[in-house]
């Protein structure tokens, strides 16, 4: 028997193959947002979508919306740094609620999406 595979390994090919790898990405970073840009912007943000390495994310407030413009490179740096792989080369903001969704509601935005 060969040598064992990490999981990854087998399931990013797959995750591709299946057309499942941007849901994978986003579920990613909605479950690690907080660690990734931090406790303050990650109380006034959620990300909702990534297509053609473009995060949306919804932001609580304009007032957000205006800092987070001048903060845009940084986070998107850190983002990338943190999953070790370029997976956002831009981050487009909208203002609407921040609140944590279910996987069901996510699912259902996706499906939104591509139809």
Not at 79 to 96: A, L, P, Y
Request: cysteine-free; overall charge neutral.
């Amino acid at each position: 028997m060969g040598k064992p595979q990490q999981i990854s390994t087998i399931l990013k090919p797959l995750l591709k193959r299946y057309g499942l790898e941007n849901q994978m990405q986003i579920y990613t970073l909605t479950d690690q947002w907080e660690n990734l840009v931090g406790y303050q912007v990650a109380a006034h943000t959620l990300p909702y979508h990534l297509k053609f390495r473009k995060l949306y994310l919804f932001v609580d407030s304009p007032t957000w919306m205006n800092q987070l413009i001048y903060l845009k490179e940084e986070l998107k740096n850190k983002i990338n740094r943190e999953i070790g792989e370029v997976w956002v080369q831009d981050i487009i903001m909208k203002v609407g609620s921040v609140e944590k969704k279910s996987t069901e509601e996510l699912e259902m935005n996706m499906s939104d999406e591509i139809n």
